[in-house]
């Protein structure tokens, strides 16, 4: 019997390779993939924030307004031409504000609005935009000392020409205040008690100081001896029971229907404004340290004029013509105060 003899088995080359190259292969795959996943992971970390996250929280519309009043720009990132304005920014003309800014805000309850009839609507209604007072207000006392002048003929810087009372005097020059205090009738007292009232007609230039009154020498001597020179005084404004029975107007010279001033004179109270009458409504006319008011392009000039006193009373003339240097009566004067 042949005998058969078995050969032995040879190695298969390239099996046990075969089988390592996938693992290999798979376990490379998987390093990689964690090398990835630590890479992007850390990358939060590095300051390379999202920008979705940074965009909807600038542009929510209902997240509330940062406190303050201004938003940061991260200078290496500037906001383009489309970036909505932060809630400080006023929006650009045409445009409309973000969705974040804040609501405008309206008038409440308790926000007074004048009506805009509030300077038409009466004899007593105080123009909303006339100062009443000037620096001299009713009900305060003032201190300073009394000087006197050589009055003359009791003419002045007011202009309201010859009086044959001369019990008048000029007031500092602060306190005259650019002719608001021109025709104020004002109580003077002493120490000693005496007093004395008197008619503001002239203004007392610098160094005439706050409070100071350069009385009349008629008006002096009904306090003191003139030989005083400077007497301490406090005095205060009055709306005096006597006074001229009506007031009058005059016109400036060389006023026209093309130019005009205009001038109150005898009111029993300081006058806070004058306006005239125009195809629009009524005008309030600019008052020079002269005490005439002006209307520089002739509007009004001829027509109806109204007058508001400090205290707000308004009186209402008709029908006057301009007649230059003129003091024409009038049939109204403003009550006692």
């Known amino acids: 019997m042949r005998d058969t003899k078995h050969a032995a088995p040879r190695a298969r080359r390239g099996r046990g390779p075969v089988r390592g190259v996938p693992l290999a292969v798979a376990a490379v795959g998987v390093l990689v ?3 990835l996943s630590l890479l992007l992971g850390n990358g939060s970390g590095t300051g390379t924030a999202q920008p979705a996250a940074a965009s909807v929280a600038a542009t929510e519309p209902g997240s509330p307004p940062v406190s303050g009043t201004s938003v940061a720009v991260t200078p290496s990132a500037p ?11 006023s929006p650009s003309a045409g445009g409309s504000p973000s969705p974040s800014a804040p609501p405008t805000a309206r008038p409440t309850a308790s926000t007074t609005v004048p009506s805009p009839s509030a300077a038409t609507s009466g004899a007593r209604t105080v123009a909303s935009t006339a100062p009443l007072a000037g620096r001299i207000k009713p009900g305060t006392s003032y201190s300073g000392v009394a000087t006197s002048y050589d009055a003359a003929d009791g003419n002045g810087a007011c202009l309201f020409g010859p009086s044959d009372d001369l019990m008048v005097a000029a007031m500092n020059h602060t306190d005259y205040d650019s002719s608001n205090a021109c025709g104020a009738y004002v109580l003077v007292r002493a120490a000693n008690g005496a007093s004395v ?15 100071q009154l350069d009385l009349s020498h008629q008006a002096f001597a009904e306090l003191a001896e003139l030989s005083v020179g400077r007497l301490p005084i406090t005095w205060t404004l009055l709306s005096p029971a006597v006074a001229p029975a009506t007031m009058s107007i005059r016109y400036k010279t060389g006023s026209s229907q093309w130019w005009c001033g205009i001038q109150v004179i005898g009111h029993r109270n300081p006058v806070a404004a004058l306006e005239v009458r125009t195809g629009g409504g009524w005008r309030r006319l600019s008052r020079t340290d002269y005490d005439y008011f002006l209307s520089p392009d002739g ?3 001829g027509g109806t004029i109204r007058v508001t006193d400090i205290y707000g009373e308004q009186l209402t003339v008709d029908g006057l013509a301009v007649k230059p240097d003129v003091a024409q009566p009038t049939s109204v004067q403003f009550a006692r105060r």
């Open 33 to 35: 993939c964690l090398g």
């Open 79 to 89: 906001p383009s031409s489309a970036t909505s304005p932060s809630p400080s920014a």
């Open 197 to 211: 009232t008197v008619r503001i007609v002239n203004d007392c230039p610098l160094p005439c100081a706050p409070g």
């Open 299 to 301: 509007s009004g000039c």
